[in-house]
């Protein structure tokens, strides 16, 4: 079962984020964030907080090893548009858009084993207990 984590609208164009989501997809989670550390792109900070969060996700909520962790889907998809008007020269005003993106992870890895409740390890040592004792 794979674990996404999602950021909605990041204003930065989604062509712009797009060149920086190619550049990770299908890496692990480490190698993606390292790569994104040295990224001179402002759109390298909006897609490697998103790829942390997916990591968080994967480790807190669903025990996944976060050594273990790659990304399987990387997408950006438009967002809503701001349209505004820019005034120009001879009292004309040109319409302009300020676009958002949308930026969505998924990851998936290897599951951690599931803890063993405190109730179950102390019968587990009391019955390992009594063998010993019955072996004697």
């Known amino acids: 079962m794979a674990v ?10 989604p062509r712009k984020v797009s060149v920086v989501a190619a550049l990770v997809r299908g890496r ?3 190698d993606a964030l390292t790569i994104l550390e040295h990224t001179p792109r402002r759109s ?4 490697s907080k998103v790829i942390k ?9 669903h025990g996944y090893k ?11 998809t438009p967002g809503p548009r701001l349209r505004r008007f820019r005034p120009m020269a001879r009292g004309r005003a040109n319409p302009f858009q300020y676009k958002s993106s949308h930026i969505r992870v998924v990851v998936d890895g290897e599951k951690r084993e ?3 409740p405190a109730a179950a390890k102390k019968a587990e ?9 019955g072996a004697k």
């Open 4 to 13: 996404q984590a999602t950021a909605k609208g990041i204003s930065i164009s």
């Open 28 to 30: 692990t989670v480490e």
């Open 44 to 47: 390298a900070l909006a897609v």
């Open 53 to 61: 969060s997916a990591k968080a996700n994967a480790d807190h909520n």
């Open 66 to 76: 976060p050594a273990s962790l790659q990304i399987t889907e990387i997408s950006v």
């Open 114 to 116: 599931a803890k063993k």
């Open 125 to 133: 040592v009391a019955k390992s207990e009594a063998k010993k004792e």
